[in-house]
T-cell receptor, first 110, second 112 residues
């Protein structure tokens, strides 16, 4: 069973059409939940770390929130340059490594 | 600006060759990681290292080995490359504690 499940797999939005990406997770003890952005052919780029339920972080048009079972990445009034794959990952208290979801591929059309 | 540098962006190797993928970080990070990324499978951890000369197997270590002789450098070795090792390989590093990874740009390896 996957520890990290992202939905939807793919999302197409019109420019300015706000939406949310979901990341649900199952771990025994969460050290941190991470969001990354990945452009085609490139390595993932760090966006946010969330450590505890109720925490929120924002960066430009992106806002990440965390509950005890899931995280949301809210995209407000997206632009075409926000098109990318967004990856969610969790780190357990007991480990060094990040466990990644399969990602959500976002396409924002003009 | 902090960086993780992977030596090659694209690599084509023949089946059976021994392949070395190099990764260097300039952030004095203790932890370094090798992942592979495949469509539909996401990022899967191959090996990681939390200190010089220390290594731990990840989820898919078969067919791979690693070397960390210096803190800044972490090498991934494909002992005898096979076509099912064709993939995007990503190196990352992190400090101890809660901060996330910094990734390199990736190496697209094709084994023919």
């Amino acid at each position: 069973e996957d520890q990290v499940t992202q939905s939807p797999e793919a999302l197409r939005l019109q420019e300015g059409e706000s939406s949310s990406l979901n990341c649900s997770y199952t771990v025994s003890g969460l050290r941190g939940l991470f969001w990354y952005r990945q452009d085609p052919g490139k390595g993932p780029e760090f966006l946010f770390t969330l450590y505890s339920a109720g925490e929120e972080k924002e960066k430009e048009r992106l806002k990440a929130t965390l509950t005890k079972k899931e995280s949301f990445l809210h995209i407000t009034a997206p632009k075409p340059e926000d098109s990318a794959t967004y990856l969610c990952a969790v780190q357990e208290n007991s480990g060094y490594a990040l466990n990644f979801g399969k990602g959500t591929s976002l396409l924002v059309t003009p | 600006d902090v960086k993780v540098t992977q030596s090659s962006r694209y690599l084509v190797k023949r089946t059976g060759e021994k392949v070395f993928l190099e990764c260097v970080q300039d952030m004095d990070h203790e932890n370094m990681f090798w992942y592979r990324q495949d469509p539909g499978l996401g990022l899967r951890l191959i090996y990681f290292s939390y200190d010089v000369k220390m290594k731990e197997k990840g989820d898919i270590p078969e067919g791979y080995s690693v070397s960390r002789e210096k803190k800044e450098r972490f090498s991934l070795i494909l002992e005898s490359a096979s076509t099912n090792q064709t993939s995007m390989y990503l190196c990352a590093s992190s400090p101890p504690g809660k901060d996330g990874y910094t990734f390199g740009s990736g190496t697209r390896l094709t084994v023919v």
